[in-house]
């Protein structure tokens, strides 16, 4: 079947064996102004006419993993079909793995991070489960680069915060005190003066 693309929602299941399911996965377009622009989205993967995702939440102890009818998300617009492929299995026992997974810690609704641990996140380790496949990285391609970058500046930020520990220690200078951080001339020693 391979990896083919369709815009319409008016799709019709293939006629399948038993015991031989479709699986695909759902792309949204997010509803939040400059999500377009942004290329943000938000995915869900079917199977056995479900259409399984994760959202966040803050009731502890629960799941944040939930299903709905495929291509019907009532928070997110619609946008493409992608077909993965057929699986063979039961619907049971394709449910019993979603479910194992759902339970898990890991996709708790509290859980839930925009760049992190997202929707995409989930549909990614849901599609490996079923298949050993990946969706395409153009899915979340968005949150994956401004978590990059949210990551590269917090390493930055530690290793200059480091650099002026190993310095303040090697030239045997005191902390950073309050009055040092800008607050006045007056309180700034001389010596840390510009």
């Known amino acids: 079947m391979g990896n083919q693309v369709a815009q319409s929602r008016d799709y019709l299941e293939p006629q399948l064996p038993d015991g031989v399911l479709e699986v695909r996965v759902s792309v949204y377009k997010l509803n939040f102004p400059g999500a377009s622009f942004l290329g943000a989205y938000h995915s869900g993967l079917v199977v056995a006419g479900q259409e399984w995702a994760y959202g966040g939440h803050s009731k502890e102890g629960l799941s944040g993993v939930y299903y709905s009818p495929p291509e019907r998300d009532p928070n997110h617009s619609f946008y493409r079909r992608i077909i993965v492929g057929e699986l063979t299995a039961t619907k049971a026992d394709v449910e019993k793995s979603i479910r194992t997974l759902a339970s898990s810690p890991n996709w708790r609704g509290t859980e839930y991070q925009i760049l992190e641990h997202n929707c995409n996140h989930f549909t990614s380790d849901l599609m490996w489960l079923l298949m050993k496949r990946r969706p395409p990285d ?17 390493a930055e930020q530690g290793a200059l915060a480091e650099a002026i520990a190993a310095y303040r220690e090697e030239y045997d200078l005191p902390e950073q005190t309050a009055s040092m951080k800008g607050e006045s001339e007056e309180q700034t020693p001389v010596w840390l003066r510009a």
């Open 138 to 154: 153009w899915i979340n391609k968005t949150a994956e680069t401004m978590n990059l970058q949210a990551r590269r500046t917090k």
